[in-house]
């Protein structure tokens, strides 16, 4: 492990809890847009920050420790996830730690921290959050490890710096396994981060909501760190989505300029990332949450048949 | 045996005798002080923890050494016990050693005064359950083999019916019993096949057989059979639902974390010991099966509303798991690609032990919450947390590692069994080639659906509010029941944390049976799992579990640099509506809904829907096991008219008896004269 490794690997996490509220502002400014409402300001989520941790926490009368650890877990591992991406530079030294199949593991052990917690107040909303969050994520868990799948048999590998850097050092060529895959990755990303077709991050109606209704006992510090831990799993899903379809512009160990070149690309490609999920999110419906599961069963099976497609094509 | 006299020239295996005749007078001063209560479950039961622990060291040390040999003197003229401990049964005496430490000192705070069988009694055939699964992973003739098998089966069967005077515990009964011989039938052909026409029923002579292509085939198969209805494949997993939920709830542990994995040492013996040809199709018979029983499994566990009901399908998907890494095993074995062959292996023996720890864990956690409560059914249970501390966070554990997160045991072996997947492009054939990305696919299907069922699970006991008045009266685990749970759920934390160490043990079961191991990958580096090579694959849990508490640190230092407000406890928000109360929240039926409704063709199921008008309106839903319907059902009625056709032959009336006897003699007489 070298000292520029360690470096990269630093940058990683403060860049992570930096831009990612500002990911969430950027997309949420150009989704007001689009709908032809006035936007707020790209710092708005910020300020949402501060200001919950300004308020007083308010917890339910019997709400168990395992609630109160419930935050901390989940932004913990949201954290960890996105440290653990090769973002900037493939030169991080806390990569070897934890792979592909430990990153869905680590999406999965939020998960249900987040479930349990919300059922563990005892209302009538926190468990329907719960089951449906528990339904939304084991075709989604799935799902995202077969896209996963797919760029480790071109790469040869379930390290994800490794993936990036096969994917970064082809020649410019598609390969049609990722195209579907990048299909499922989509629609499985969409229904992770809650986006709208399968919920809605502005809604607090009752019968449709997910997130919203795990987090809805939640107030001050620990709706904070909620908060900040899903724009932080925003983040890590776009680097992941970045890091396997256009890992262009990621920089290689030992070369320090490229870091600066490497943090030019990201905004950039973020940029550009959150104005197309804006653009998704606008031109589509919510769904009846028992649409979902054919939502997601689609995009499990897109991501099989990539899996085929890469084998029946032999570029592995 | 010649140095018997001298304890200093003992090898494991005598000292391993030693354990086993331990047990057995355990078992018998239980029966002598039959109603003395207290020195059966303070003094005997903790006693016998400690001779569990012994035998786990016995079988940590034996890992490494050669097979030793042993014949004793016992049973029928000319046929005496040969016993033989190798790696393998090292390795499942280990599995044995360590679970059985923890529930011998769960049990020791469990049985109460005037439930059932007294506990002397129950303290006898616990312990001659003990000794004879001992028994049976250092059996080396059939004949023992048999004996011992059948020994573990029917002390089983008494510890089934401990509470025989309910109905559906003697029916549960009846049904492993049936089950159980079913099996052992298809064992004595097996065993029959293996001996090839030599008369010699010791292991050794199997070995030395080269069956051709077709008898190995018909031996595997009825390995499988006969092997397979004790583990719960598919379709003779039908006793299993009914047996561990009517079983003392340390018994369900020992039988769901011990039992199964017995079972399946079986088949590890039969088809990678025993039999020297391995041919292609039996990995893929092993996988399907394998897969068609998790999947089936883990979507029945899932709609379960009876806790111990839920654990037993949980542990069918979980048998299902193994299974199918030992066919992906057999298979790359077959092909002569013995690396990943040990990887496969590895995954699945990994998944053994881990599987052994936490399904123990949580059966003893049943047993708990059905001691403080009374209650069986999820339904009525909820909020336990607050009142059985000592009961909810070891289970958690549990939860967590059965539904295979990392850094928990679980997940290592969720991981290596994956990461075997993706070397299947290697395989010559393109059939298997195509086939094998679906197989992964299930397999993380299957993970995931038992992520949801262990949510489930603890959040509907333990979580939420009290869904019944009586349960605020609930009370802790004593102290016994502490200790057995403890010890179960650090197993499952080291499992997970220390996966070097554990493959390092597993290294010489892989050399014995595809003769490769990871240990040699594995010890080049300390703090990661590198199964292949670093640019391949790895995973550090240690370092995993270091990073989630450094950014849990972050957090909270984070917190209290930021955070002004203070905090203050208020009657739950929940959207503002103030008339809420504890019969709102999901019930575990409502938390299945969704699963039942995805996979609705799967199940067989009745439901009673109120009408608006209704006065007293109810809900029923019922959900079957189809194969109950199609396959059991048919079978027995297949029977019954068999045995009716057998009955007409019982006319009951003398003379026609001397007439059979007349037929009888003139059909002899003419067969003797041609």
């Given at each position: 492990m070298s000292i520029l490794g360690l470096l990269s690997q630093l940058m990683a996490i403060v860049l992570a809890l930096a831009l990612a509220p500002l990911l969430s502002g950027w997309v949420n400014q150009w989704r007001a847009r689009l709908q032809n409402k006035s936007a707020p300001g790209l710092l708005q989520p910020y300020r949402a920050l501060r200001k919950l941790f300004n308020k007083e926490s308010v917890l339910a009368e019997?709400?168990?420790p395992l609630f109160r650890m419930a935050p901390y877990i989940v932004f913990g591992c949201m954290l960890l996830a996105s440290a653990i991406v090769p973002t900037l530079s493939t030169?991080?030294?806390?990569?070897p730690a934890a792979d592909a199949i430990a990153l869905v593991g680590l999406f999965a052990l939020a998960r249900v921290f987040i479930s349990l917690a919300a059922m563990d107040v005892g209302t009538a909303f926190g468990s329907l959050g719960a089951r449906r969050e528990m339904l939304v994520g084991f075709l989604a868990e799935p799902a995202l490890l077969m896209v996963l799948f797919c760029a480790s048999m071109i790469s040869r590998s379930t390290s994800l710096t490794t993936i990036v850097e096969t994917l970064a050092h082809r020649e410019l060529a598609i390969y049609p396994s990722l195209l579907v895959a990048g299909v499922a990755f989509t629609m499985v990303s969409l229904a992770e981060n809650a986006?709208?077709?399968?919920?809605?991050?502005?809604?607090?109606?009752?019968?449709?909501?997910i997130h919203e209704a795990l987090i809805l006992e939640y107030s001050g510090r620990h709706l904070a760190l909620l908060e900040w831990a899903a724009s932080l799993k925003l983040f890590a899903y776009s680097c992941v989505g970045l890091a396997l379809?256009?890992?262009?512009g990621v920089a290689q160990a030992d070369a320090p300029m490229a870091l600066l070149l490497a943090l030019f690309v990201l905004v950039l490609k973020l940029a550009v990332g959150g104005f197309a999920l804006a653009c998704v999110e606008t031109l589509s419906a919510k769904m009846r949450i028992f649409r979902v599961p054919e939502f997601l069963a689609t995009a499990f099976l897109l991501a099989v048949i990539g899996l085929l497609v890469n084998i029946l094509l032999g570029v592995s | 045996m010649d140095g018997f006299a001298h304890p200093t020239t003992w090898v494991h295996l005598d000292w391993i005798l030693a354990v086993v005749v331990a047990w057995l007078v355990m078992g018998v001063l239980g029966v002598v002080a039959l109603r003395r209560f207290q020195f059966v479950a303070n003094g005997l039961f903790p006693i016998s923890a400690c001779f569990s622990l012994g035998l786990l060291g016995l079988a940590l040390s034996a890992m490494g050494a050669g097979p030793e040999v042993a014949v004793l003197p016992i049973g029928l003229p000319q046929l005496p016990f040969h016993l033989r401990l190798d790696s393998l049964s090292s390795f499942f005496l280990m599995v044995i050693g360590g679970v059985s430490a923890g529930v011998s000192a769960f049990a020791a705070g469990y049985f109460r005064k005037?439930?059932?069988?007294p506990p002397g009694l129950i303290c006898l055939e616990y312990h001659i359950f003990l000794a004879s699964i001992v028994l049976v992973v250092v059996a080396d003739d059939a004949y023992a083999f048999m004996v011992v098998w059948e020994t573990m089966a029917f002390s089983s069967f008494f510890l089934v019916m401990?509470?025989?005077?309910i109905p559906e515990i003697r029916n549960a009964g009846y049904l492993y019993m049936l089950v159980a011989h079913i099996g052992a039938l298809g064992l004595l052909l097996c065993f029959g096949v293996l001996q090839?026409?030599?008369?010699d029923y010791t292991f050794a002579n199997m070995r030395a057989q080269h069956l051709s292509p077709f008898w190995a085939s018909v031996a595997f198969v009825l390995a499988v059979f006969g092997f397979g209805a004790k583990a719960g494949l598919l379709p003779l997993h039908a006793w299993l639902p009914e047996a561990h939920p009517a079983a003392p709830s340390p018994f369900s542990a020992l039988m769901s974390g011990v039992m199964l994995k017995i079972a399946l040492y079986g088949i590890l013996r039969v088809s990678?010991?025993?039999?020297?040809t391995r041919i292609w199709w039996w990995g893929v018979l092993l996988m399907a099966i394998g897969l068609a029983t998790s999947l089936f499994g883990v979507v029945f566990s899932t709609v379960q509303v009876e806790m111990k009901r839920l654990l037993a399908y949980s542990s069918i998907e979980n048998v299902g798991l193994m299974c199918t890494g030992f066919g992906l095993s057999l298979l790359f074995s077959a092909y002569g690609m013995t690396a990943f062959a040990a990887l496969a292996m590895t995954a699945a023996l990994y998944h053994v032990v881990s599987h052994a720890f936490f399904k123990s864990l949580l059966f003893c956690s049943t047993g708990a919450v059905l001691h403080a409560?009374?209650?069986?059914?999820?339904?009525?249970?909820?909020?336990l947390i607050r009142t059985m501390p000592w009961v909810a966070w070891p289970s958690l554990i549990g939860a967590l590692s059965c539904a295979g997160l990392?850094?928990?045991?679980g997940f290592v072996a969720e991981w290596l069994l994956l990461q075997s997947f993706l070397?299947?492009?290697?395989?010559?054939s393109s059939f298997l080639n195509m086939l094998v990305p679906v197989v992964a696919a299930l397999i993380a299907l299957v993970a995931a659906l038992s992520g949801y069922t262990m949510v489930k699970y603890f959040g509907v006991i333990f979580?939420?509010?009290?869904?019944?008045?009586?349960?605020?009266f609930s009370h802790d685990a004593d102290h016994w029941e502490r200790i057995g749970m403890l010890w179960l759920a650090v197993g499952c934390v080291v499992l997970g944390l220390f996966p070097n160490q554990v493959i390092g043990w597993i290294d010489p079961v892989t050399h014995l049976l595809?003769?490769?191991?990871?240990a040699q990958a594995v010890a080049a580096s300390s703090w990661l799992l590198v199964p292949v090579s670093i640019e391949r694959a790895s995973y550090s849990p240690a370092i995993f579990l270091l990073g989630v508490m450094a950014c849990f640190a972050l957090a909270y230092l984070l917190v209290r640099r930021l955070y002004k407000g203070g905090t203050r406890r208020a009657?739950?928000?929940?959207?503002?509506?103030?008339?809420?109360?504890?019969?709102?929240q999901d019930t575990a039926e409502g938390f299945g809904h969704p699963i039942r409704q995805i996979f609705e063709p799967l199940f067989r199921m009745q439901r009673e829907l109120p009408t608006p008008?209704?006065?007293q309106p109810l809900y029923r839903v019922t959900v079957e096991d189809p194969l109950w319907h199609w396959l059991y059902l048919p079978v027995a009625a297949v029977v019954e008219r068999c045995s009716k056709l057998i009955g007409l032959?019982?006319?009951?009336r003398i003379a026609v008896y001397l007439m059979y006897s007349f037929v009888t003699l003139i059909v002899v007489l003419l067969v003797v004269k041609q």
């Open positions: 019997h709400a168990s030169d991080l030294p806390l990569s986006r709208v077709p399968v919920d809605n991050p502005e809604t607090h109606l009752e019968l449709t909501m379809f256009f890992p262009w | 005037g439930e059932g069988t401990a509470n025989h005077r090839a026409n030599t008369g990678f010991d025993l039999l020297q409560t009374g209650e069986r059914s999820l339904g009525k249970l909820g909020g990392p850094p928990f045991g070397f299947t492009t290697g395989l010559p979580l939420g509010q009290p869904r019944d008045e009586k349960l605020s595809v003769s490769d191991g990871l009657p739950p928000w929940d959207c503002g509506y103030p008339w809420q109360n504890a019969r709102m008008f209704d006065e032959l019982q006319q009951g």
